[in-house]
């Protein structure tokens, strides 16, 4: 059986980031999704992110967030933080 030390302070909020690292990508997919003709008409976010007529930054923002998500369970982005994860560049 694994006993941690309940005063080992290592794996604290540097630890839990990496499972939010993507909320600020994903906020601003959902607003941007938000302002399409798609969401006006009453669709879901899962119908609107499929539909063909999504803007282009939308799209931009889609893939960013797929390739946040899949950054997370890369080995290597432990180590060196998840890249994919600052939406400021879009």
């Known amino acids: 059986r694994l006993r941690v030390d309940p005063g080992y302070k290592g794996a604290g909020p540097a ?8 909320a600020k990508v994903k906020d601003k997919l959902m607003q941007c999704i938000s302002t399409t003709e798609c969401a006006e008409r009453g669709g879901s976010a899962a119908e609107c992110v499929k539909d063909p007529a999504l803007p282009e930054s939308c799209i931009v923002l889609r893939k960013m967030f797929f390739e946040c998500k899949r950054g997370q369970l890369d080995m290597r982005n432990r180590i060196r933080g998840n890249k994919h994860a600052d939406p400021s560049n879009v």
């Open 15 to 22: 630890f839990r980031e990496m499972s939010n690292s993507c």
